[in-house]
């Protein structure tokens, strides 16, 4: 009895290697010439070209690489069409390949087409069958998970007649298995590629009830409008999946009185854990049309059973609280928006809303310890003869004729101080020489009551000149000056842009403008000097014409 019970130890695992032990049959059958391959495979199957040891992309050809189906990525699964029949090449046109795609149709005998799914049942010995395997003679095939060699995977495994022997199934497993068995017609060596989609499903726990997922007993209603009674269950997986859900209706929330209510729709949901299908999620809900106060009253159960047992819960309906006075909220929120934004443009266009409103608001009649109504300034090189005055007709008054061939500024500071009295200040006549320039420049500015900037076209190109403008900008912020305009010449708009001071560029588009183009009739000099009068000191600092000297 001893020596028996030695030999079934000793012959045990002997038994085990040959019925499911490491797979050590590597052989792939006869190889085929790595140059020119031969694939065949049906109509509607999953698919992928080999890569044998290197990446490549199979390009069809005799097609433009712009055409449909023209090209797959090796090792790369898709779903065949007979279209996709013909000769492929990878990149390098190193290696060539036939691919024939059969219809299920013409399929030497019956292909039943539950060989191409299989489940397998967790932790358990399976073993899925090469589609087509008994159609034909043969002897041998070789199985793939993905594009890996079943022999080479570290797993217990057997290949035996056309089968794929998984002694225990993992969730991993679940994918395409590829079974490749090799034929020869007419000389020719073919790789014959089905595939076998498996899933993977957790062992049947039908002992087990299902279980209601629902995290809320009372659920909130507005009256007069319709609510939607939701029921989520999961249920234990079973090959023979009936479930039954419910909704019920108890009255006055007397579960004894319920009254059972139209399931208005179910939706069924197949859940994984890992890679492999443990559990079945049903959704099952009713509608209330119109809520009313007598729902209040009621309570609604779901009941969800199988063969194991049942699980349910009850739920409740409580008025929603409504904000009655939107106003209160909304109101509010609109105005801070609105704040906001108006906070955001102001800041952003701060720079021009102070000049606009220092260049058009005048702050008392004169501004006191002035010394200049005007610091007249302009580009002192020679002019050109578009900026001369043309003409000798217009008089301002009697003894205040305009000057034919002379410059604009010249005129205007002889208008200006000969004709209506103002005290100008020129920096050519009356900065005395040797002193810092630009010290000179601030403090004359500063001494004067308004700026008057003469834009010829290379005002804006002169360093100096763009001193000056930024300067009385700045005056003009700090309320030193009461104006500051801008006697625009034809040509000046363009230069415009070329301006590199931010300040300048964005002063250029508020100041107050006067447009002097040459060859003006005597009406519109006259609207021209009238605009001017209309824009400097209401009274001069000193009456009279005090030209320096």
């Known amino acids: 009895m001893q020596t028996g019970q030695i030999l079934l130890f000793l012959i045990a695992p002997i038994v085990s290697e040959c019925c499911c032990g490491k797979n050590t049959n590597t052989s792939k059958g006869f190889q085929q010439d790595t140059k020119r391959l031969y694939y065949r495979a049906v109509e509607g199957e999953v698919f992928m070209l080999p890569c044998n040891n290197r990446k490549v992309t199979w390009f069809r050809i005799g097609e433009s690489p712009g055409e449909q189906n023209n090209s797959f990525e090796c090792e790369t699964k898709f779903f065949t069409k007979v279209t996709h029949s013909g000769n492929y090449t990878d990149g390098n046109r190193e290696q060539f390949l036939h691919l024939h795609v059969v219809s299920k149709a013409s399929l030497p005998c019956s292909d039943p087409d539950g060989e191409s799914h299989v489940m397998l049942k967790l932790n358990t010995g399976e073993n899925i069958s090469c589609p087509g395997f008994n159609c034909n003679d043969n002897s041998q095939v070789t199985w793939y998970k993905d594009s890996k060699p079943v022999s080479e995977q570290n797993r217990d495994s057997r290949s035996d007649n056309g089968l794929l022997l998984l002694c225990t199934v993992n969730e991993y497993d679940t994918g395409v298995f590829f079974c490749d068995r090799n034929i020869i017609e007419q000389g020719v060596h073919w790789t014959y590629r089905r595939s076998v989609q498996a899933t993977v499903i957790a062992q049947s726990r039908a002992n087990e009830p299902p279980h209601i997922v629902h995290r809320k007993t009372v659920e909130e209603v507005e009256i007069g409008r319709s609510h939607s009674l939701v029921c989520q269950v999961h249920f234990p997986f079973e090959l023979q999946f009936t479930p039954d859900v419910q ?128 610091f007249l300034s302009y580009d002192s090189s020679p002019p050109t003869a578009e900026f001369m005055i043309d003409s000798p007709h217009t008089e301002l008054k009697a003894g205040c004729p305009l000057i034919s061939a002379e410059p604009v500024e010249f005129e205007l500071s002889r208008i200006l101080e000969d004709c209506w009295g103002y005290r100008l200040c020129m920096i050519e006549r009356d900065l005395l020489p040797g002193g810092v320039y630009r010290d000179d420049v601030e403090t004359a500015i500063q001494r004067s009551q308004m700026v008057i900037c003469v834009l010829s076209p290379d005002y804006l190109s002169n360093a100096n000149t763009l001193f000056v403008l930024e300067s009385g900008v700045q005056a003009l912020l700090n309320a030193s000056i009461q104006k500051l305009l801008l006697i625009q010449t034809g040509q000046t708009p363009t230069r415009i842009a070329q301006v590199h001071s931010a300040v300048v560029h964005r002063a250029l588009k508020v100041l107050p403008c006067l447009v002097w183009t040459s060859g003006e009739t005597d009406t519109a000099r006259s609207s021209f000097l009238k605009s001017l009068r209309q824009t400097l000191p209401p009274q001069p600092v000193y009456k009279g014409s005090h030209k320096q000297g």
């Open 247 to 374: 909704w019920y209706k108890n009255q006055g929330g007397n579960k004894e009185n319920r009254i059972q209510l139209q399931v208005d729709k179910q939706k069924y949901v197949v859940l994984q854990e890992l890679l492999a299908i443990d559990r079945h999620q049903v959704t099952a809900s009713t509608q209330i049309d119109k809520v009313t106060t007598q729902h209040l009253h009621d309570t609604y159960t779901c009941v969800a059973s199988n063969n194991a047992g049942s699980s349910n819960v009850t739920i409740s309906l409580r008025r929603k609280i409504t904000v009655t006075h939107p106003c209160l909220v909304g109101y509010p929120m609109a105005f801070l928006v609105v704040v906001t934004v108006l906070g955001l443009v102001l800041r952003r266009n701060w720079l021009e809303l102070q000049l606009l409103i220092r260049s058009h608001c005048q702050y008392g009649k004169r501004l006191r310890d002035k010394e200049f109504d005007v």
